[in-house]
């Protein structure tokens, strides 16, 4: 929704401003300017990228719209799931959730997270390691070495969105010259013509660099640093995840552990301490 907010300002002071210095809103129709801004910067855009980073990028920004995700209520089901996981390995042993890990959307545990389970990538992030604690002999530094690579790669594709809108967001003013170069060229060929024909063409041409920097800056560029930032906010998602992992690794009581996550936290999403005790109270 802020994406939509902010789009709605910018259109609003710039054509506002415009207006008021009596300028003309019609003068600044040109659709042909914007065929040639917009194709050839979507067409730039597919060449650059790569089939799947373009389809993730048409899929990622509509969901620019809605609010992000990432809330406080979510992080307190990541935590209890984390904490009800954690009480199950200290109490009964590792092997007592390998069931649970194996067969996820069956297990009585996940299906009472269902903001956490809905996260596919996030579900198996969790079943894998936890399925390396029952399976493997893997020390803490080991396995951290493990999730690093893993959530490195996995950072990487969350930002070529990102990325490559960036990258369109630079190109954008160069398209709106050659707009205005095309412009300036319909322009001359109309020299000898009625005055008004030529400021016609003059203003159109005008229009075009006026579109390119308009798009770039206003838009473009602003949708790359929204990607940008959700795909920080689920890096710190995963980052929760593994440092919860990793305390319980190293032998620290579950609601302690699950108190190492909470701490990696941001301040906007981050449950005070006497919210996840709350929600850890309600578990036992």
């Known amino acids: 929704m802020t994406v939509f907010i902010g789009g709605i ?25 914007l065929l040639i801004i917009g194709g050839a910067a979507l067409g730039a855009f597919i ?18 719209l809605s609010g992000s995700r990432f809330t406080k ?3 307190l089901e990541l935590l209890s ?20 890990i194996e067969d996820p959307e069956e297990s009585e545990i996940f299906s ?3 903001m956490v389970t809905q996260d596919k990538h996030a579900l198996d992030f969790i079943c894998d390691y936890l399925r390396l604690m029952v399976i493997g002999d893997m020390t803490s530094y080991e396995l951290e070495n493990l999730m690093d690579v893993d959530l490195e790669t996995h950072h990487h594709e969350k930002l070529a969105p990102s990325h490559a809108l960036a990258k369109v967001a630079d190109a954008l003013p160069g398209f709106g010259i050659v707009a205005a170069v095309l412009g300036i060229v319909i322009t001359m060929q109309s020299l000898g013509g009625p005055p008004e024909v030529i400021g016609v063409h003059v203003a159109a041409a005008l229009v075009g660099t006026f579109l390119g920097i308009l798009l770039a800056y206003g838009f473009i560029a602003p949708l790359s640093n929204a990607l ?20 319980s690794v190293n032998g620290m009581p579950p609601q ?15 449950p005070d301490f006497y919210e996840l005790e709350e929600c850890v109270k309600g578990l036992r």
């Open 9 to 33: 300002i910018v259109l609003a002071a710039v054509l506002g401003g415009y207006v008021l210095s009596h300028g003309e809103l019609v003068a600044l129709w040109q659709p042909f300017e």
């Open 47 to 64: 060449t650059a990228n790569p089939a799947k980073i373009t389809a993730r990028t048409f899929a990622a920004v509509p969901k620019l």
């Open 73 to 75: 209520s979510l992080y």
């Open 81 to 100: 799931l984390m904490y009800q996981l954690f009480n199950i390995i200290r109490r009964e042993g590792l092997i007592a959730i390998e069931r649970h």
């Open 112 to 114: 009472r997270f269902p």
């Open 228 to 247: 940008e930032y959700r795909a920080l906010e689920e890096g710190k998602y995963f980052e929760c995840i593994k440092v919860c992992i990793l305390a």
């Open 256 to 270: 302690i552990a699950v108190e190492f996550g909470r701490k990696t936290l941001t301040s906007n999403v981050r």
